[in-house]
């Protein structure tokens, strides 16, 4: 059996990046992410908007630099068109997001929605399927919760 997750906020500092690019939805994925920090109190936050999901990697990893957060979560949405644009900016977002995180030892959460359609993205934003942007939260917690263990010994 796996070990309970440790998901105390208490005495952590979590930044959000969150991407403007379809805002109906990451507006709801940043609830989400806010009642989950409400939820598990979390000590600190702070919000930064990009433009889209495409921009989440390079403001995540000068969050990570700054130093002043134990994990970075991204939320974005992207959503499938006519031609692959949409597939272009959801690999390079998990890519650049990675690397932020690998780069920086600070864990970068991937809270980035990949749908075929509106309808499938409202579902994992606070309907049917659940808040992507609450889950990413908890994968923060229990990342930096672990990492801090580790560094503490
Ligand atoms: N950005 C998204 O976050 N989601 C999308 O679905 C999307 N599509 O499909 O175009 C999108 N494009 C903008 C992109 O992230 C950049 O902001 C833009 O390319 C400028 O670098």
């Not at 930044?15 to 403007?20: G, P």
């Not at 929605?113 to 409202?122: F, I, R, S, V």
């Amino acid at each position: 059996m796996a070990d309970e997750p440790n998901l105390d906020g208490a005495g952590l500092s979590i930044a959000v990046v969150v991407a403007r690019f379809n805002e109906a939805i990451t507006s709801r994925l940043l609830d989400g992410a806010l009642d989950a920090m409400r939820r598990h109190e979390v000590g600190k936050h702070g919000v930064y908007w990009v433009p889209g999901s495409f921009e989440l990697s390079v403001a995540a990893k000068r969050v990570a630099e700054g130093g002043s957060h134990d994990a970075v979560v991204c939320l974005g949405a992207v959503i499938r068109h006519e031609t692959d644009h949409y597939l272009h900016i959801a690999t390079q977002a998990a890519a650049g997001i990675q690397r932020a995180a690998l780069d920086t030892g600070v864990p970068c959460i991937f809270g980035v929605l990949t749908c075929d359609n509106e309808e499938q993205a409202l579902a994992r934003s606070g309907g049917s399927r659940g808040n992507k942007g609450f889950e990413a939260v908890e994968s923060a917690i229990e990342t930096a919760n672990l990492i801090r263990s580790l560094q503490t010994g």
